[in-house]
């Protein structure tokens, strides 16, 4: 058996692992890089192997770190089946979509603007054709139930937490002729304890083999009580000197989560009376996602539904579709809050509303995911004095706020503690999805539960079991 880190291997996006064993190859997630343009096309449009090979994917969730390059493996060649849980499939078809829209829109955009006479157009990296072949092969699996990922190999599904239908990976893989049985566990990202909408991440023991994401393993978020306070004195500060804030989201989960702690400041009378827009056709559809998915929610969360409260819904939140409506925010005068997509500022209308706020040092960007080095998220956390936004130069004026305690990835502490509900003896264990200073803090945390040392590979490195 070999496992190849071909992506998410000392950096937090592109999660690509491939699994071969008994002469079948099996893919965990096909995400997108997302970085510096001409780095991201070159690692996105070259795989580390052939598609055509790659018997099935398991997809951890529908993330684009995790989820956003299947159509182009599938454009490649790839043509096997892709399991998922059902709410992952229900996210996923609307997040391949609306990524093949947003690259083939920001492409004609640039492709009019900046291409010189007699260069050839700039083409997106995968259409909506792509994606609608690569929706065609989800296939469908319900947590905690068995099922066969390749011949003679099951897989099982456990509750991951993170976002909806996110999961931990169970696989069962039998190598007759080395005369070896083994479990390995891939966590895909690990969710946070004690926070709202979710329940929490399943505990697996017995685990031979560990592939464990590493996002957040040298932090430890603040509670939720304490991120409410702070988003509503942010709110209020930037509304009495009548602002904008612009908060750049991934459409999935992070959106919900932020109006889902916004509705509760409203419920309790701590959110000042301001217009709030959700400006994303996929965090609406996606929030219908999450309602028709109840099944994924914790007790608390599954309470307040069955007594009629909207989660997502609350006076002042309007969920803007329409580009045209869009367009309008950019002539709003302030205060006003604007969620939009991409959570990494790498695409999507929050880059229009970027430009027409950062110069402004009454406006506000709020931070509140994951930047991945190389974004221009990631730029404005270091707070460049000078931003590149849509290929024009703009000045950073506006206040920059960082909250990463929104995060859904799980933070030291509830590593530590799934750590230990995993019951120890993993045999060897590897660390992904995680920069190198993340690693090195997470890695003596998880080694008394593994007898050999921790491993954190490098890109395309190949590890023999």
């Known amino acids: 058996m070999r496992i190849t880190f071909c992506g998410a291997a000392e950096t937090v996006t592109g999660s690509q692992h491939l699994i071969e064993v008994n002469g079948h190859r099996l893919l965990l997630d096909c995400g997108l890089y997302q970085g510096p343009r001409a ?14 090979q790659i018997d099935a994917v398991i997809l951890s969730h529908a993330h684009q770190d ?49 291409r010189e006479p007699g260069e050839p157009p700039i083409r997106p990296l995968y259409g909506m054709a792509d994606a609608e072949r690569t929706i065609g092969l989800l296939e469908t699996r319900p947590y905690f139930k ?7 190999q099951t897989a099982r599904f456990w509750d991951a937490g993170h976002v909806l239908g996110s999961a931990i990976t169970e696989l069962h893989l039998d190598e007759p002729a080395a005369g070896k049985a083994r479990k390995l566990v891939f966590t895909g990202d690990l969710g946070r304890r004690g926070t709202p909408i979710l329940r929490e991440p399943d505990a697996v023991r017995g685990i031979d083999l560990l592939i464990c994401e590493s996002t957040y393993g040298n932090r430890v978020h603040g509670t939720n009580a304490d991120t409410n306070e702070r988003l509503a004195a942010v709110l209020t500060r930037v509304m009495q000197r009548r602002g904008k804030v612009v908060i750049p989201a991934f459409s999935f989960g992070r959106t919900q989560n932020i109006v889902y702690a916004m509705n509760q400041l409203f419920q309790a009378g701590r959110l000042p009376r301001l217009p709030i827009y959700v400006d994303s056709p996929l965090s609406t559809g996606i929030t219908d996602v999450y309602r028709k998915h109840v099944e994924c929610f914790d007790a608390e969360a599954a309470s307040l539904l069955q007594s009629d409260r909207d989660l997502f ?5 309007t969920y803007i579709t329409l580009a045209q409506e869009s367009r309008k925010l950019n002539k709003l005068d302030g205060p006003f809050v604007v969620i939009a997509a991409s959570g990494m500022c790498e695409g999507g209308r929050v880059l229009h509303h970027l430009r027409h706020t950062v110069e402004d040092a009454t406006n506000l960007i709020l931070i509140v995911g994951y930047q991945a080095s190389g974004t221009l998220g990631r730029r404005i956390v270091e707070r460049q004095p000078r931003l590149r936004i849509l290929d024009d130069w703009f000045d950073l004026r506006a206040e920059v706020e960082i909250f990463n305690e929104l995060s859904a990835h799980a933070d030291r502490n509830d590593f530590e503690s799934w750590f230990h509900e995993t019951g ?8 992904v999805h995680g920069e190198p200073p993340a ?14 040392p921790v491993q954190t590979p490098a890109l395309y490195e190949t590890v023999e079991i």
Request: glycine fraction near 8%; charge should be neutral.
């Open 313 to 317: 819904g609350f006076f002042g939140l």
């Open 424 to 431: 120890g003896g993993i045999d060897r264990a590897f660390l």
């Open 66 to 114: 995790h989820a956003g390059n299947l159509p182009t493996l599938t454009a490649a060649g790839f043509r096997g089946p892709i399991y998922c849980t059902p709410a992952t499939a229900d996210v996923a078809a609307l997040m391949l979509r609306d990524s093949a829209r947003i690259q083939e829109e920001d492409t004609d955009f640039l492709d009019r603007r900046k």
């Open 439 to 452: 690693m090195r803090a997470l890695a003596p945390l998880l080694q008394p539960f593994v007898r050999n």
């Open 39 to 52: 780095e991201a096309a070159r690692r996105n449009t070259h795989f580390h192997y052939d598609p055509h």
């Open 146 to 152: 068995s099922f066969e990922a390749l011949p003679g």
